[in-house]
């Protein structure tokens, strides 16, 4: 089994394993013994990489990290890269620039293949945000608003309320609203009666709701394209009269890092509304059980 979308795990099983890991953490101690987590990085990364170094030594396994672009810049074929990998560890975690690189490592890995963060998708973001979510807000009758870019970030978060039957709301500029291929696969894993709810107006997307949601306008990679944006997404910041269009006792997420001053003003991010770093810290939690899910090692912990 492989991790490449949100689509690919039980998403209500992983979650109940990440509050059993968070609650009881001595428990899983040796759950990864003798195992060892490979990770290939084409891009930066300070919360999923510490994570997951952090996940895999707390359970009793190895981290090793190969490094970055050269390994995937077609100097050796996935199948020889994969199956090399394989000789030596039990996972692979890589974080890349195009998904299709995921693609090629999983259609030939033996071990399961993990995404960091893929121009697609960041599944594992997904995740953490949704125990967040639980624990703050439930998941029943919760609505989240998504204001800004729709990027890999959000893909994964339209995929985890479909799967969940959270409401979301969508606020992006003309041409940056979802893809109608993520429209159409979160229509395909919904729950009963999922719909999106898009709008190119903030106040709309943000009324009544539990959770307001931002990304950065300008992701990695996309550096050229930042004076565009920053043209398009003028009106899109969230700022505390933005967050008064929401319930009083909503929370401000973002998966970091954060340009305060763009996407969100310094008050809101710093503000008590702020779940970031809550964010920030389930994340180890969602990793161990990624890593407990797809290691399967004891019963009861099935995919």
Known sequence: MNFLSITDINVSKVLSLAKAVKENPPTYAHALKHKALAAIFEKSSTRTKLSFQLAVLQMGGYYIELGGAHLLNGHEDAHDTANSIAQYADFLLARVNSHSSLE?????SPIPVINALSNLEHPCQALADLLTISESKGLHKTKLAY???SNNVSNSLLLACALTGLEIAIASPANYGPSKSIIKKASEVANNGFTVNRTNKPPEAAADADVVYTDAWVSMGQENEAEQKLKAFKGFQITQELMECAKPDAIFMHCL???KGL?????VIEGPQSAVFQQAANRLHVQKAVLLMLSNPKPGVNA
């Not at 996407?263 to 008050?267: G, K, L, N």
Request: aromatic share 0%; no cysteine; net charge negative.
């Open 104 to 108: 090629a490592l999983a259609a030939h």
């Open 147 to 149: 204001i800004g870019d």
């Open 263 to 267: 996407e969100v003003a310094p008050d």
């Open 257 to 259: 890092p954060a340009h």
